[in-house]
């Protein structure tokens, strides 16, 4: 374990307090800048394997993993050194390329709901296409998200939003117009009824339900048994489109997705992070007859120069491949249980009331002393305690996401020493908290 002594952050807040004169609040996305944990944010230098070292010479034990995509770990050997070799091809042809036919096959076996696929740049990219389908589609207009899940940063989306939104204690955003957001409706993650009761009020109006199948934008919450097969049956009956933003939990909670583990097939699904293996990327797939629509095939127009580049498409295919290699979900499953029960043991031996668990290679803690069963229920947490919590760790060297509106991931580069050096940390700290 670090000593917290030897922690030290002066060349990290040297490059942050250029960075604030430069790029609004210093960042490129908010959540990075530690706005609700306090402190400045450390600057990263480089990673490896379940790692982080910072410019201050620090080195960390990994829970963020990029926000999902060094599921193998970072920096994994395979897929450096077939990048190494694409990048001798070109880093982009704006043309069609073999790679994507690779991967676009990987997706379509994997993900029950994909018979074809269109590969774009990120999660909101992917998020932004979808909702223009399933509204082309069906020839109707409104949504139904709900209450924490985020869905990227497009206007209808930014609503009762999770993640940076939900960290930051935003607002619906400035800059959207109502016009934007009148077709969203929205009701609390768990509810079938609210949601039964919606279409009711909006027949024959509801293109679609989209929601993440496990969120993990404002903490890590599952779904009550029921509640996915629930929403399936909804839809159905009112003629509506079911989409998994499966962004966050595709390839991560099983090979398959949330739809797999949970045996739920949606209508479309929207993928990114772990099909990147850590470059940007995002795709959203679905049922043959909806992905007609898309252009060229349809009239539905998508397009980005960038989409379905090689570089992208070679990271995806090795990380998968990586993935599919057998006892893979068997050790992300067991190394992430181990980390989260154990969190959870040192948390009530040391008096705090917690509740929390994971799935795979997802996990998550929130300080309250209720079951979490959507946002409202995450947001009885305690903020200032977590807010601790995390700078407590970070000075141990351990790095977990800078938010408690975020899940946290493990990958297959994480040891069982990782996992004890890490609940030693968090003995000590929940000791001292």
């Known amino acids: 374990m670090v000593s917290t002594t030897s922690f030290k952050t002066a060349k990290s807040e040297e490059i942050f307090s250029a960075a604030q004169k430069l790029m609004p609040g210093g960042v ?71 790679l994507e036919n690779v991967l676009a096959e990987m997706v379509i076996d994997a993900v029950p709901s994909i018979d074809i696929v269109r590969f774009v740049n990120s999660g909101t990219e992917a998020c932004m296409s979808v909702l223009r389908l399933m509204r082309a589609f069906t020839g109707r207009d409104k949504i139904i998200k709900f209450e924490g ?51 009711a009020e909006n027949p024959d109006q509801i293109a679609g339900v989209i929601l993440e199948p496990v969120v993990g934008n404002s903490g890590f919450v599952t779904p009550e048994a029921g509640f996915l097969e629930g929403l399936r049956e909804i839809t159905r009956e009112h003629g509506a489109l079911l989409i998994f933003d499966e962004v966050m939990t595709g390839f991560r909670i099983s090979y398959g997705g949330a739809q797999e583990k949970f045996g739920v097939t949606p209508d479309l699904t929207t993928l990114g992070k772990v099909i990147g293996g850590g470059l940007p990327v995002g795709a959203y797939g679905g049922r043959a007859d909806i992905m007609s629509m898309v252009a060229p095939a349809g009239p539905m127009y998508q397009a980005g120069t960038l989409s379905g580049n090689p570089l992208a498409m070679t990271a995806g295919i ?22 989260s029960d154990g969190l959870l043991k040192v948390a009530k031996e040391a008096g705090h009331e917690v509740t929390g668990g994971s799935i795979s290679a997802m996990f998550g803690m929130f300080f ?66």
């Open 318 to 339: 090795k990380t998968l491949e990586l993935l599919r290699k057998p006892g893979t979900y068997e050790q992300l499953d067991r190394i992430t249980k181990k980390l």
């Open 28 to 98: 490129s996305s908010p959540v990075r800048a530690f706005k609700s944990v306090g402190g400045q944010p450390i600057v990263f230098d480089h990673v490896k394997g379940a790692y982080i070292w910072d410019v201050d010479g620090n080195q960390y034990i990994d829970y963020v993993g990029t926000w999902g995509p060094a599921i193998c770990g970072h920096a994994h050997p395979t897929v450096i050194k077939a990048l190494h070799e694409a990048l001798e091809q070109g880093t982009s042809f704006g043309a069609p390329c073999a």
């Open 368 to 433: 309250t002393g209720q079951e979490v069963h959507n946002y409202n229920d995450a947001k009885s947490s305690d903020m200032k305690k977590f807010a601790r919590f995390h700078r407590g760790m970070l000075e141990r060297g351990i790095y977990l996401a800078p938010s408690q509106f975020e899940a946290g991931f493990t990958s297959l580069a994480h040891t069982d020493e990782d996992i004890d050096k890490t609940l030693a940390a968090a003995k000590e700290v929940l000791s001292a908290i």
């Open 149 to 199: 899940c985020y869905h990227g940063h497009a206007d209808m989306f930014l609503v009762k939003a999770g993640s940076g939104v939900a960290t930051l204690g935003l607002p619906d955003s400035p800059g959207v117009p109502k016009s934007a957001t009148n077709n969203t409706l929205t009701a609390p993650y768990n509810d079938l009824e609210t949601v039964k009761k919606l279409f």
